[in-house]
DNA sequence: TCCTGTTAGTTGAATGCTCAACTTCAATAG
DNA sequence: CTATTGAAGTTGAGCATTCAACTAACAGGA
């Protein structure tokens, strides 16, 4: 039997990695309400809106929605069913794989994209951006992209431990 | 009226911006699953038994759990009450402060705790720690706390607008 | 003492997310 | 060409979180 020692956190480390948790759960919690008041969809579907304006044609796949979200399957459809029922998503199958579906940004769903840009790009420089050495941001950066690398490695696609 | 001008993220900060999303995404999502097969609690769980280990006694008044992790204090309310039914916590009212609620964390919370810190620290260094320069650790830990000093001094609380 | 405002905490409805089961279609092995 | 396996997406139940309304208790002044 092999020892099950654990390799605990030093001081430093542990206030760090305290001080991440709480800094994302304010940092999320603030603008995700900044854009529900002003305009009424949460962070996450102005992520999706952010994804779908930058393809050509607006349009995406929605395991491609997923994938870059690292969302759930299951998660996006159902936001994207809600973005639908508010105008701002149209969706239909795609017409080179029947089991895919499109989802595609409308006029409306462009336009309070443009409203809602302004209200998120200035709240994350307020409140994440601007209160930063540009070096430590960069290097957060490179510490969240090492994140992604790592658990991206380890599970491919995660639908099988997430989805099923 | 004073023009209305986004300041728009550079390429770099935006790349920087959308791999903290992600990573974000992703390691949350991870440690609060491996925490959930593992022993049966969320990571929020979690860190309130972490929260109550420090305290002499194991105690902690609700609204000093809820300052602490910086969740609002109806979110506390409802995962104590969970917990509580789980066994894990004991709740009373605080003898000094009638309106004052004391969270104890029970015998069988403490013996949860010790078991599901080993699978806990070990994936926040798998999926985090271990993944970074020491640097860089420090560099995220340092942006992390300006975002909270930021966010909380121009609200005290956070009650106001969270919660009532 | 009583009135007002504030703080602590709870409640329940509405919303959003997760998980597992399911349908439909595609790919490919025989 | 068909049988199996895998991929894309949806569904609904259950659970967690938010939001607004509420009760109870303290604090401080008139």
Redesign the interface.
């Known amino acids: 039997m092999s020892a099950?020692q654990?390799?605990?956190?030093d001081p430093?480390?542990q206030?760090?990695?305290r001080?991440?948790?709480?800094?994302?759960?304010?940092?999320?919690?603030?603008l995700d309400?900044e854009l529900r008041q002003a305009h009424g969809i949460s962070l996450g579907e102005y992520?999706i809106l952010v994804r779908l304006s930058e393809m050509p044609g607006r349009t995406l796949r929605m395991a491609e929605i997923a994938a870059?979200?690292?969302?759930s399957r299951s998660r996006v459809t159902h936001t994207v069913t809600r973005m639908e029922k508010a105008g701002l998503i149209r969706r239909e199958t795609s017409p080179d794989d029947k089991r895919g579906v499109d989802a595609t940004m409308t006029d409306q769903g462009w336009s309070l994209l443009t409203a809602a840009?302004?209200t998120h790009?200035?709240g994350?420089?307020?409140?994440?951006?601007d209160?930063?050495?540009r070096?430590?941001?960069?290097?957060?950066?490179?510490?969240?992209?090492?994140?992604?690398d790592?658990?991206?490695a380890e599970n491919p696609t995660?639908d099988d431990?997430?989805d099923h």
């Open positions: 099950v654990t390799h605990w956190l430093e480390q206030a760090d990695w001080a991440y948790l709480v800094g994302s759960t304010l940092l999320m919690d603030t309400r992520e870059s979200m690292r969302h840009a302004h790009v200035t994350v420089r307020a409140h994440f951006v209160l930063a050495e070096a430590d941001f960069t290097a957060m950066g490179r510490v969240m992209n090492a994140v992604s790592q658990l991206v995660f431990i997430r």
